[in-house]
């Protein structure tokens, strides 16, 4: 955000005491002119390093603390308001990506960025689209056997039915153009006690809060379910050789318009309004759990694209288990959660709260063989309760070492778990209830 006026001036008043008072000693008062033109640059909203900027709507959404995140549980209060130091690396990382594909960052600085940025993205997407229409079965066999590899899905645990689709398309099934508010007799009714015993009544939270838990919770999962999605995508790289025999045009073509898209989430002025309205979808997943086992249903209008909705159904999959039992809860809550509007933030900020929880994985979740227990792990997390998993949340975002602690003992049950599956089923026995008990995670060094 540009120096306001008072802070310019101060900075030309520091600036002419340093010349002046080169060999002299500074007063005090002199000193405190310096360092409060210090922090105030320190202390800025958005830590800009180019001249490149946000969408001034979208920055002041964030100053102002307007974000569908802020006012969330799982978000640490710091002394420097945590959302705006994730915005802030989140824009340099796609101004960065935009450099890497383009050579310098120009385009971003026209008198009119947007505008060229949309053109030149639409170009790269009608070019990619004209190659891939020549390869689509391929390349939708590729991207199912690509996310299935890497996120190391068992075999038969899930069905993928995938589609490159070089048209218009409409908004996934269940996401909504605004929230579904339900008035206060519903909450009341759907989030109600059913303890009978009086004495326990004061243990539980009120309807009210246990309704704005659940929603935390579910934005939360929502934006990891994005983040991995983003993550996810660019995931085509590690079928280069492959593209490169199909088009050696494709990978750079990919590459820019996949950081071009990425940027436009940060300078784009109406992007939550076009997202409400159904506009501009480019890729859409859904889930039908009517099968055995349940199918990731994934459309796209380019293979990355699909990569990206494929590895975000199968996460939906898995974040589902963070939804409330109660089939009424839980449709109230994803009413008032699961908006389109509400997805473009879990876009631009998801992926870093992703970063921040792979962080506390365990190195051996990486390796080839055991990469599924990734999963394992991502529904247990979604199911603590709701009240737990935001505490938790809270610190894996702030990098504590307890957060780490935590999610370590989780997966060390979850090894224990599968090894005694593996030995009850070797003798012929049954375990079905292990996968599902998370009343034994122990959370004791977070005061949980």
């Known amino acids: 955000m540009s120096l306001n006026i008072d802070m310019e001036k101060k900075i030309k008043e520091s600036q002419g005491l340093k010349r002046t008072l080169v060999n002299e000693s500074l007063t005090k008062k002199e000193r405190d002119i310096i360092n409060s033109v210090k922090k105030m640059i320190s202390e800025a909203p958005i830590d800009y390093e180019g001249p490149e900027r946000m969408d001034p709507n979208i920055e002041n959404t964030i100053t102002k603390k307007e974000t569908p995140f802020h006012g969330n549980p799982a978000v640490p209060k710091e002394n420097r308001d945590f959302l705006e130091v994730v915005s802030s690396k989140r824009f340099k990382d796609s101004v960065e990506k935009v450099r890497r594909y383009l050579g310098d960052t120009t385009i971003l600085q026209g008198r009119n960025p947007v505008n060229d940025l949309m053109q030149m993205a639409m170009g790269g997407l009608q070019k990619i689209m004209s190659i891939e229409s020549r390869h689509k079965e391929y390349l939708e066999k590729l991207a199912v056997e690509l996310v299935k590899k890497e996120l190391g899905i068992p075999k038969g645990s899930l069905q993928f039915d995938a589609k490159l689709i070089h048209g218009g398309m409409s908004a996934a099934e269940g996401m909504r153009e605004k929230p579904e508010e339900p008035d206060e007799e519903e909450i009341e009714d759907a989030f109600k006690n059913a303890e009978e015993n009086p004495d326990k009544l004061k243990d539980f939270a009120d309807e009210f ?188 975002l702030k990098g504590d070492s307890a957060g780490k602690q935590a999610i370590q003992r989780m997966v060390n049950e979850i090894i224990a778990d599968l090894k005694k599956q593996d030995l009850e089923q070797a003798l012929g026995s049954s375990n079905d209830d292990n996968d599902d008990d998370v009343d034994d995670v122990d959370l004791s060094s977070l005061g949980l």
């Open 209 to 396: 809060e246990k309704f704005n838990l659940e929603k935390a919770k579910r934005r939360f999962i929502n934006s990891l379910i994005q983040g991995a999605a983003f993550k996810g995508g660019h995931m085509y790289v590690l079928m280069s050789d492959k593209i490169n025999q199909l088009n050696p045009e494709l990978m750079n073509l990919y590459g820019v318009t996949q950081s071009l898209m990425e940027h436009l989430y940060w300078i784009y002025p109406d992007m939550e309004s076009m997202a409400a309205s159904g506009g501009g979808q480019m890729g859409q997943s859904e889930i039908d759990d009517e099968t055995d086992p349940p199918t990731v249903i994934a459309r796209a209008g380019t293979f990355p694209l699909l990569v990206h909705e494929l590895v975000k159904g199968v996460y939906e999959v898995f974040g589902t288990h963070g939804l409330p039992d109660d089939p009424k809860q839980s449709e109230m809550v994803q009413g008032a959660e699961d908006t389109l509007p509400a997805e473009i933030w879990d876009s631009r900020l998801g992926p870093i709260f992703w970063e921040k929880l792979q962080d506390t994985y365990p190195d051996e979740l990486f390796e080839e063989d055991t990469k599924f227990i990734q999963h394992y792990l991502f529904v247990r997390f979604s199911k603590i309760s709701a009240k737990d998993f935001l505490k938790l949340a809270n610190s894996i």
